[in-house]
């Protein structure tokens, strides 16, 4: 079969075959796309329900943050749901810190800058380590437009107005007699003020102060009444910037001896819970003002808390067994299967899907697909191989015919020059031709050229043999380097007649088990090729290298190009270069060489020799 006719009978097994597992495949990956989509859509219901949870949490967070009355921010407050013949003084539930592990304290900011927090009764005071924490985020920049919303004309005489000394309490009705006759004064400052000094007058009466207690029993109920009226910010900072209202009317003085006063209603305006962000804490801020007077509140989360057990623990809730993201943050680089936001309201929080999250699932759509594409690649490759068999059987064949063609025209070649050579000399002397000086040297030539025939024939004949698997060697144990020797002396006369030295380099003698037939085919053999193509000095060496022996034949030709060394043993193989071409040979030589040794056991190799020229080594095992 020719070449090109293998290869159309290759292409066209192959052809169909391989469009047949290329559209099988596509088909398969779609489907494994369409499955790891419903994959990855439940991951993505699985993020949207936690989104939506942790911001429902978030939002009831702020609700209820946001329904919480102005006055509960100070450490002491007046009740307004209590009926008494004076104001009562309760400490504000805040003051005992909070109960939810998202928060971490609460804060107001006076106009003139005051931070207070309910767990103290004046901003003196030190508090709990969580105050300072919650102070210094008060007076962060973060908040710092909030806090010039707030801050009024000549905030800091008003506020000194509102707040009484321990020593020299006074009626509410006198600090909210004052600050009422302007209208930048804050309701809650007021409230405040009273509340502190009412606790003190309490703690004066149970201490056994007279006029405490006097003060206190013709004292009415004093507190405003507080009316809620919720306002957007940026409305408040509309009418900041505008005219104020005129301030109502004084709240007439308490006869120390009369009835008690009757509570004034004032109405408070509340902007909505706002959320801001800090870089270790998340805040909601309000403003509570009253014609015109202003105080920022404001509440501290913990945003280390919030990303590492609140939103864990909505994760666990939500997905109840499946699969469950990590909180990491949004600047953080990881690998993810899908990383999508964990809130809309808390940014800076992802969640995270591990690539486990989806390996069970995708193992188990690779576990259905695995046999059907296992078999589709097993039945491509077994005709991509079948073709690309045909394929280099074809120019193997092909190859091999030239290389036979080659070998018989060279084999030819090669039986004719001492066929003729012989039969030149026996004619000669069948003629007499040659005279008595003469006649030694024409029967030399005839034995020598009777040997190089029965050499090529001898080659031939143990090549076929090998291939037939017909040669048996016959080992037996004895000195390999006199062997070597006793080839290399027998060798001399043809190699001088060629024009070259040949040496034996020989050292101390080397036991082991090898056919001396064989030994001397190979050894003939690479003095022959060494002779045919490196004339000059010719050394052969028989040296122990370890557990193995090397046979080494070294010369002084041109060598082998470095490309060629590994193909010079091949059958019929001849290195093509133009100064050798001329050269006669039938590549079978070093092929029968390499065969010979593989036959003991050993390998053939070819390498450069140092200085110039070609080495060609034979290692035997000394088994």
């Not at 805040?94 to 804060?107: H, N, Q, S």
């Not at 050894?523 to 045919?532: G, P």
Request: glycine fraction near 6%; charge should be negative.
């Amino acid at each position: 079969m020719s070449r090109s006719r293998a290869r159309w009978l290759a292409l066209g097994v192959a052809l169909p075959t391989v469009l047949l597992g290329v559209g099988w495949l596509a088909a398969s990956a779609r489907e494994r796309a369409s499955r790891v989509r419903e994959i990855e859509g439940r991951l993505e219901g699985v993020a949207a329900a936690v989104r939506g949870a942790v911001d429902e949490g978030l939002e009831e967070l702020r609700r209820r943050e946001d329904e919480r009355p102005f006055y509960l921010y100070n450490h002491y407050y007046s009740p307004p749901d209590v009926l008494a013949i004076s104001d009562p003084v309760a400490v504000s539930p805040l003051a005992a810190g909070p109960r939810d592990e998202r928060v971490i304290g609460w804060f107001q900011v006076d106009p003139d800058g005051t931070v207070r927090t309910p767990w103290t009764a004046t901003p003196d005071e030190e508090g709990p380590p969580e105050a300072a924490r919650v102070r210094a985020l008060a007076r962060s920049d973060a908040l710092a437009d909030l806090r010039a919303l707030v801050r009024g004309r000549d905030a800091g005489q008003l506020v000194a107005r509102a707040r009484p000394s321990v020593a020299e309490p006074v009626l509410l009705a006198d600090a909210w007699r004052a600050l009422q006759s302007d209208a930048n004064a804050p309701v809650t400052v007021a409230l405040n003020a009273d509340a502190v000094s009412l606790a003190n007058e309490i703690q004066q009466a149970q201490a056994g102060d007279v006029g405490a207690f006097e003060r206190i029993s013709r004292r009415g109920r004093q507190a405003p009444v507080t009316t809620r009226r919720s306002v957007a910010l940026d409305e408040l900072q509309q009418s900041r910037g505008a005219a104020r209202p005129p301030p109502q009317q004084p709240v007439p003085a308490p006869v120390p001896d009369g009835p008690p006063l009757v509570p004034t209603s004032i109405e408070v305006d509340y902007t909505p819970m706002q959320w801001r962000a800090d870089d270790d804490a998340v805040v909601l801020t309000r403003v509570v003002s009253h014609e015109g007077a202003a105080v920022l509140q404001g509440v501290v989360l913990d945003r280390a808390a919030i990303a590492s057990r609140w939103v864990p623990e909505v994760i666990a809730r939500v997905s109840a067994g499946g699969p469950a993201p990590r909180v990491i943050e949004a600047d953080r680089d990881a690998t993810c299967a899908l990383r999508r936001p964990a809130s809309e309201t808390l940014h800076g929080l992802d969640l995270c899907f591990e690539h486990t999250s989806i390996a069970a699932s995708i193992a188990a759509l690779d576990g259905e697909m695995r046999w059907q594409v296992g078999a589709l690649i097993g039945l491509v490759l077994a005709v991509a191989a079948a073709a690309l068999a045909i394929a280099r059987a074809s120019r193997r064949a092909e190859e091999l015919a030239m290389q036979r063609s080659a070998f018989v025209s060279a084999v030819s070649h090669e039986l004719r020059t001492p066929l003729t050579t012989i039969r030149m000399h026996a004619e000669m002397l069948e003629d007499d031709l040659v005279d008595d000086a003469r006649r030694p040297r024409v029967y030399r030539e005839i034995a020598t050229e009777s040997v190089r025939l029965t050499r090529l024939v001898e080659n031939v004949l143990e090549i076929s043999r090998l291939e037939e698997g017909r040669r048996a060697l016959r080992k037996t144990r004895g000195d390999l380097t006199a062997q070597v020797r006793d080839v290399v002396s027998a060798q001399i006369p043809f190699a001088s007649a060629k024009g070259c030295v040949l040496r034996a380099i020989t050292g101390e003698p080397i036991e082991l088990s090898f056919d001396a037939q064989a030994i001397e085919q190979i050894v003939v053999n690479l003095i022959d090729n060494a002779v045919k193509y490196a004339p000059g000095e010719i050394d052969v060496e028989v040296r122990g290298a370890g557990e193995r022996v090397v046979i080494a034949v070294r010369d002084r030709g041109p060598g082998i190009p470095e490309a060629e060394r590994s193909r010079v043993f091949e059958r019929f193989h001849r290195v093509e270069r133009a100064e050798t071409a001329h050269k006669p040979g039938t590549g079978i030589g070093l092929s029968l060489v390499r065969d010979l040794a593989r036959a003991h056991g050993g390998e053939a190799s070819a390498h450069e020799r140092e200085g110039g020229g070609c080495e060609l080594r034979v290692e035997l095992p000394r088994s």
